[in-house]
T-cell receptor
Framework: AQSVTQPDIHITVSEGASLELRCNYS??????LFWYVQSPGQGLQLLLK??????LVQGIKGFEAEFKRSQSSFNLRKPSVHWSDAAEYFC????????????FGTGTRLKVLA | GAGVSQSPRYKVAKRGQDVALRCDPI?????LFWYQQALGQGPEFLTY????????KSGLPSDRFFAERPEGSVSTLKIQRTQQEDSAVYLC????????????FGPGTRLTVT
């Protein structure tokens, strides 16, 4: 069965520091992968997606992610974090069972210190 | 519309009451999804519609949960005889169908069962 693991429940970084959020997936073929951000009281906003091709994908708000098939990972990175990046981040894999549903990780809550 | 809208945003129900949650997808989007997000967890798939057809309801946790999309646009998620374990945020998402892997989420309805 497909699954997504986000090993870090909470991460705290200082403003201006770099950020990496980990995501590992379990899937038999090339997955469709996503990162979403959720601010308090808000819905999920798509940061970036990977379907195929270049393994380094660029997203909104200065985020990028790298797909590494050998490590079954799709880690999210940002070179310099802003206080407004404090939120919860979810990694998801798109099911290919025909219904296009997402399977989400449990999320990583990011705290940014001024 | 500009985005996916959901109503009500907050709902408090007494145990045993029936509730109905509404989702207005982005205009023209053929695919519609419902997810349940328990506190501190990632969203979990409930059901999927393509136009008015409910193609996957494998995630509905019990027969107390029912979803419909009679005209292929607005959808309603109904929960009968609510229980405390139904307390969660219910997220609706839609996609164009041309790339059903990219889903746009609404702000969610927070249901609290007392």
């Amino acid at each position: 069965a497909q699954s997504v693991t986000q090993p870090d429940i909470h991460i705290t970084v200082s403003e201006g520091a770099s950020l990496e959020l980990r995501c590992n997936y379990s899937y038999g073929a090339t997955p469709y992968l996503f990162w979403y951000v959720q601010s308090p009281g808000q819905g999920l906003q798509l940061l970036l997606k990977y379907f195929s091709g270049d393994t380094l994908v660029q997203g909104i708000k200065g985020f990028e992610a790298e797909f590494k098939r050998s490590q079954s990972s799709f880690n999210l990175r940002k070179p310099s974090v802003h206080w407004s990046d404090a939120a919860e981040y979810f990694c998801a894999v798109g099911s290919t069972s025909g219904t296009y549903k997402y399977i989400f990780g449990t999320g990583t809550r990011l705290k940014v210190l001024a | 519309g500009a985005g996916v809208s959901q109503s009500p945003r907050y709902k408090v129900a007494k145990r045993g009451q029936d509730v109905a949650l509404r989702c207005d997808p982005i205009s023209g989007h053929v695919s519609l999804f419902w997810y349940q997000q328990a506190l501190g967890q990632g969203p979990e798939f409930l059901t999927y519609f393509q136009n008015e057809a409910q193609l996957d309801k494998s995630g509905l946790p019990s027969d107390r949960f029912f979803a419909e999309r009679p005209e292929g646009s607005v959808s309603t998620l109904k929960i009968q005889r609510t229980q405390q374990e139904d307390s969660a945020v219910y997220l609706c998402a839609s996609s164009s169908g041309r790339s059903s892997y990219e889903q746009y989420f609404g702000p969610g309805t927070r249901l609290t069962v007392t």
